[in-house]
């Protein structure tokens, strides 16, 4: 009777353990799938290869054409922007200077 029982156990167990293999690897199969992707993505090396003919403005970020870019690339490079005033300075380096304080001393109210 006792081999009797322990072969049905292993046979339990041999069923468990497909059982559980066969369900894991059917859950991986379609995670493949999606992982490609979509057909009507352009490639990257096209994309490298296509000319860019706008641009940003480093300034206030609207586009630009190529020549209006060219043309403000010039016009920063020949003058430096203008300074702020002073005081303006002075104000935000106070601000700054009590923002960090309020992370070391946050009971402080002034």
């Known amino acids: ?4 029982k322990a072969r049905k156990e292993i046979q339990l167990l041999c069923l468990i353990v497909i059982t559980a293999t066969l369900i894991l690897l059917s859950s991986y199969w379609e ?17 490298r290869t296509k000319i860019i003919i706008e641009a940003r403005s480093p300034i206030d970020g609207k586009f630009l054409t190529a020549a209006e870019y060219i043309q403000l690339q010039a016009q920063l490079q020949e003058g430096p922007p203008p300074k702020l005033d002073p005081k303006i300075r002075e104000q935000i380096f106070l601000l ?13 109210n002034f």
């Not at 493949?32 to 096209?46: G, K, R």
């Open 1 to 4: 009777m006792g081999k009797v």
């Open 31 to 47: 995670s493949v799938v999606v992982a490609l992707p979509p057909a009507e993505d352009t490639p990257e090396e096209i994309l």
């Open 96 to 108: 700054r200077l009590r923002k960090t304080l309020f992370q070391f001393f946050p009971f402080l």
